[in-house]
């Protein structure tokens, strides 16, 4: 009779690479190892046992059956890949045993929602804006994986008369309407971000699109000058009110109104001036023996936002 001696090692004839969904829930069965062993008896039985690349204890093997199965939730977006080294051992005299490192690919489950960059986003618009200008970029990340993390976005309520276009693919907001800030100056958008998973996760955002007025360029007036100044009037004294004195006359390159003020206060009892014509008059009877000679300033004004102040001088 020939004795079995323990002459031969288990040897494995399972895969060596598994793929598990981190949604697994935990106690799923992972892979069944098998390992033969041709000997006889405890020289030909095997039992498993987990050795390394399981350093965050997430799997356990059944000695008996060679069942992986994980001992906690898995998460592909902590790890998504485990090099387990198992080892099938035999029950001989003396014990032999073989190594197998199993690859365990963590699929990605939809488990993360999309989350927008910011809570609230805010924008300006003028009246002026151009259709189609972009007025604001909104984008949301995903931390899954392929189309679980990939985002479509959408203006879900705050827009009934589709005034913005919000680009699904870009998050782009613009402008689809000329706005009027008379008809509305505020928008207050929801907009979603949805991933593709199945089911699909989403979340939101408010977006604020405040609507200004028109600015219309300031226009800078040219200031406007008395080419003929000093001006010199000559009165005859006694004369009752109103005389004429001069005529006084500023230009402007621009295209605008011109006023016409006294600047000293002093005088002005003593002469009076036509606001639109420049026209100078006595306002009371001069005398020459109180003052032979009165010298003052006129000022120009434009009807911009420009004020000049030119000088002129009347000597009686
Ligand atoms: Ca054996
Ligand atoms: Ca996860
Ligand atoms: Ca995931
Ligand atoms: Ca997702």
Same mark, same amino acid.
């Given at each position: 009779m020939v004795r079995d001696v323990n002459d031969n090692s288990p040897q494995f004839t399972s895969p060596s690479r598994v793929t598990v969904s981190e949604a697994s829930s935990v106690g799923s069965s992972v892979i069944?190892?098998?390992?033969?062993?041709?000997?006889?008896?405890?020289?030909?039985?095997?039992?498993?046992?987990?050795v390394a690349g399981d350093a965050s204890s997430a799997f356990a093997v059944s000695s008996t059956d060679g069942v992986v199965s994980t001992t906690r939730q898995l998460d592909r977006e902590t790890k998504d890949r485990y090099e387990l080294t198992l080892v099938a051992t035999d029950f001989g005299t003396p014990k032999r045993s073989t190594s197998v490192v199993v690859t365990v690919d963590v699929a990605d489950a939809n488990d993360h929602a999309p989350v927008f960059s910011a809570p609230r986003y805010v924008a300006t618009a003028s009246e002026q804006t151009p259709v189609g200008s972009v007025v604001v970029n909104v984008s949301a990340a995903d931390e899954d994986q392929g189309l679980n993390a990939e985002v479509r976005y959408d203006v879900i309520s705050g827009?009934?008369?589709?005034?913005?276009?919000?680009?699904g693919y870009a998050g782009e907001l613009s402008v689809r309407r000329a706005l009027d800030r008379r008809w509305r100056s505020e928008y207050v958008l929801?907009?979603?971000?949805?991933?593709?998973?199945?089911?699909?996760?989403? @979340?939101?955002?408010?977006?604020?699109?405040? =609507?200004?007025? %028109?600015?219309t360029p300031r226009r800078l007036t040219s200031p406007p000058v008395f080419p003929a100044s000093p001006y010199v009037g000559h009165v005859v004294e006694n004369q009752p009110a109103a005389c004429h004195v001069t005529h006084v006359s500023a230009l402007t390159i621009d295209d605008v109104t011109v006023t016409y003020a006294l600047a000293d206060r002093d005088?002005?009892?003593?002469? @009076?001036?036509?606001?639109?014509?420049?026209? =100078?008059?006595? %306002?009371?009877i001069l005398d020459r023996e109180r003052s032979a000679i009165y010298t003052f300033n006129v000022i120009a004004v434009t009807s911009g936002a420009y004020i000049s102040l030119s000088l002129s001088s009347l000597i009686l």
């Open positions: 069944q190892l098998t390992a033969t062993d041709v000997d006889l008896d405890d020289a030909g039985r095997v039992t498993y046992s987990l827009d009934e008369f589709g005034t913005f276009f919000l680009d929801t907009v979603v971000a949805r991933d593709l998973g199945t089911p699909p996760r989403s @979340s939101t955002s408010t977006v604020v699109v405040s =609507v200004v007025a %028109a600015t005088v002005s009892g003593l002469f @009076s001036i036509n606001a639109s014509t420049g026209h =100078v008059t006595t %306002a009371a």
